[in-house]
T-cell receptor, first 114, second 115 residues
Framework: GESVGLHLPTLSVQEGDNSIINCAYS??????FIWYKQESGKGPQFIID?????DKRQGQRVTVLLNKTVKHLSLQIAATQPGDSAVYFC?????????????FGQGTILTVHP | SAVISQKPSRDICQRGTSLTIQCQVD?????MFWYRQQPGQSLTLIAT?????????ESGFVIDKFPISRPNLTFSTLTVSNMSPEDSSIYLC????????????FGPGTRLTVL
C-alpha cells in the first residue's frame, strides 16, 4: 500500500507485505537525498541515500526511487517485518552554499501488524 | 558510521533555567550539527557547530538562546538558555563523516521537558 493522509501520514501493513512510503521535496536544486528510520526514543537511523544523478538505488530489502521531474522520492520496503515499525523521514541536501544542511520531510508512521 | 553519544539522555527542568547538552563522537569529524525535534514533529536544524569559530545559526535560532561550543573535532555542546515550556523537545546532534558523501549520522537525542 501507499502512504496517505494529512498532517503526519500513517501507513499500516501486514507482516510480509511490501510498503511504499512517499515524500515530496521542495527544492529543485537538491542533489542528495536520505531516508532515515526513527524508532521511539531513539535518534534517526540512516537507511539509504541517493544522488540526483540516479533514479533508483537498492539496498537490503529497501529501494529508493527518485523522480526529479515531479520532485518525488519514495522508499520501498520489501517483506515488511514488525521491526520495521517506526517513523520514516526523507531529507534533502541542497548542496552548494547550503552544503551539509539537511531539510527534513514531515515523516510517515509505519505500523506493521504480525 | 560513527558512535555518537549525548548527555544527558533526558532531563526535566524548571522555567528560566539553562541546560547544556553534550555530544561526543568516537572519531574526528569535520561537521557537527544540532537539531530540534518538537513533540510529534520532524527535525529542524538549529545550527552548524564549527570547530574553532562561531556556530552558524539557521533562521529563527539565535546564539543568545542556543549558545554552541565546538572545542575540538570530537565534541560539541548546545545550551538551551532561559528555558520555557515551548523549549520542550528532543535535541539531536549529528555528524558528517565525509564531506563528499554528505551523509549525516545522528546521536540518540536528549529529551527535554520544561515545567
Amino acid at each position: 500500500g501507499e502512504s496517505v493522509g494529512l498532517h503526519l501520514p500513517t501507513l499500516s501493513v501486514q507482516e510480509g507485505d511490501n510498503s511504499i512510503i512517499n515524500c515530496a521535496y521542495s527544492n529543485s536544486a537538491s542533489d542528495y537525498f536520505i531516508w532515515y528510520k526513527q524508532e521511539s526514543g531513539k535518534g534517526p537511523q540512516f537507511i539509504i541515500d541517493i544522488r540526483s544523478n540516479m533514479d533508483k538505488r537498492q539496498g537490503q530489502r529497501v529501494t529508493v526511487l527518485l523522480n526529479k521531474t515531479v520532485k518525488h522520492l519514495s522508499l520501498q520496503i520489501a517483506a515488511t517485518q514488525p521491526g520495521d515499525s517506526a517513523v520514516y523521514f526523507c531529507a534533502e541536501n541542497t548542496g552548494g552554499t547550503s552544503y551539509g544542511k539537511l531539510t527534513f520531510g514531515q515523516g510517515t508512521i509505519l505500523t506493521v501488524h504480525p | 558510521s560513527a558512535v555518537i553519544s549525548q548527555k544527558p539522555s533526558r532531563d526535566i527542568c524548571q522555567r528560566g533555567t539553562s541546560l547544556t547538552i553534550q555530544c561526543q563522537v568516537d572519531s574526528q569529524v569535520t561537521m557537527m550539527f544540532w537539531y530540534r525535534q518538537q513533540p510529534g514533529q520532524s527535525l529542524t536544524l538549529i545550527a552548524t557547530a564549527n570547530q574553532g569559530s562561531e556556530a552558524t545559526y539557521e533562521s529563527g535560532f539565535v546564539i543568545d538562546k542556543f549558545p554552541i561550543s565546538r572545542p575540538n573535532l570530537t565534541f560539541s555542546t548546545l545550551t538551551v538558555s532561559n528555558m520555557s515550556p515551548e523549549d520542550s523537545s528532543i535535541y539531536l546532534c549529528s555528524v558528517e563523516l565525509d564531506r563528499v558523501l554528505d551523509t549525516q549520522y545522528f546521536g540518540p537525542g536528549t529529551r527535554l521537558t520544561v515545567l
